[in-house]
């Protein structure tokens, strides 16, 4: 199960389709693949400020995967 506004033809930051990842991890036996964005931590901001994170927050270089088995 992909985030509600991602479409499975998006690619991730190698350029793979997020729907290959998918299939691969249910041939596998991985069910219920969940992607799970990086967030900054309430005190990552209160250090750094808001501003050093913009980037980060506008471009996530990764994304979690979580999966059952």
Not at 3 to 24: I, N, S, T
Not at 34 to 49: C, E, H
């Amino acid at each position: 199960m992909i985030a509600a506004a991602r479409k499975l033809e998006e690619r991730d930051p190698l350029g793979v389709r997020y729907e290959v990842h998918e299939q691969c991890l249910r041939a596998a036996w991985f069910g219920e693949p969940t992607w799970v964005p990086l967030k900054v931590s309430d005190a990552g901001v209160r250090t750094f400020g808001a501003d050093f994170w913009a980037d980060f927050t506008a471009n996530p270089p990764l994304e979690m995967l979580r999966c059952r088995v």
